[in-house]
């Protein structure tokens, strides 16, 4: 069966620490991926999504990267960790043609002190 | 640009009693609809979706969806309500115009149901 494993599930960092948040997916391949943000417990905002192994499209501008190493890995980082990145940050997979949605993971609460 | 509308930020409902979660939906073309919940300090958990056939779609956890497509709606619904029901819930259309499987969300409504 397919999962998707998203960890940690809490973070508290500090003012310009860095980042990085993982996801994994298993018992697909070649999935999309995608990094959303939620914020204040309301809208989710598109970050960044992936149609393969180092396609990376963003969908805002702002402090965040991600990457995808591997054909299931999908990572959020940052260098330097702004206060205005704190959120709940929530990793999704799909596979075409997408009739069935996305799946996520559990999500990331990331808290920036 | 498809999109989705959920008019209400919040619902409240006593227990045994009918919901109504409204959905709107704005796409060119047929449009892919989808409901999903969130309990707190989780991730999103898929209840149904409509991509064609029978205007009522059911879904999980007694939960199901009417798709009108003369109202432009897709409202969620279940018969009588449990208290295990209070949660976020986010309506969501699938955007056929671009390359990926972009979903795009409502802004969700917030569900309680009192006991």
Do not use: M
């Not at chain 2, 986010?90 to 056929?96: E, K, P």
């Amino acid at each position: 069966s397919q999962t998707i494993h998203q960890w940690p599930a809490t973070l508290v960092q500090p003012v310009g620490s860095p980042l990085s948040l993982e996801c994994t997916v298993e018992g697909t391949s070649n999935p999309n991926l995608y990094w959303y943000r939620q914020a204040a417990g309301r809208g989710l905002q598109l970050l960044f999504y992936s149609v393969g192994i180092g396609q990376i499209s963003s969908e805002v501008p702002q402090n965040l990267s991600a990457s995808r190493p591997q054909d299931r890995q999908f990572i959020l980082s940052s260098k330097k960790l702004l206060l205005s990145d704190s959120g709940f940050y929530l990793c999704a997979w799909s596979t075409p043609p997408a009739n069935y949605g996305y799946t996520f993971g559990s999500g990331t609460r990331l808290t920036v002190v | 640009a498809q999109s989705v509308a959920q008019p209400e930020d919040q619902v409240n409902v006593a227990e045994g009693n009918p919901l109504t979660v409204k959905c709107t939906y704005s796409v060119s073309g047929n449009p892919y609809l989808f409901w999903y919940v969130q309990y707190p300090n989780r991730g999103l958990q898929f209840l149904l979706k409509y991509i064609t056939g029978d205007n009522l779609v059911k879904g999980s956890y007694g939960f199901e969806a009417e798709f009108n497509k003369s109202q432009t709606s897709f409202h969620l619904k279940k018969p009588s309500a449990l208290v295990s029901d209070s949660a976020l819930y986010f309506c969501a259309v699938r955007d056929l115009n671009t390359g990926f499987q972009k979903l795009v969300f409502g802004t969700g409504t917030r569900l309680l149901v009192s006991p």
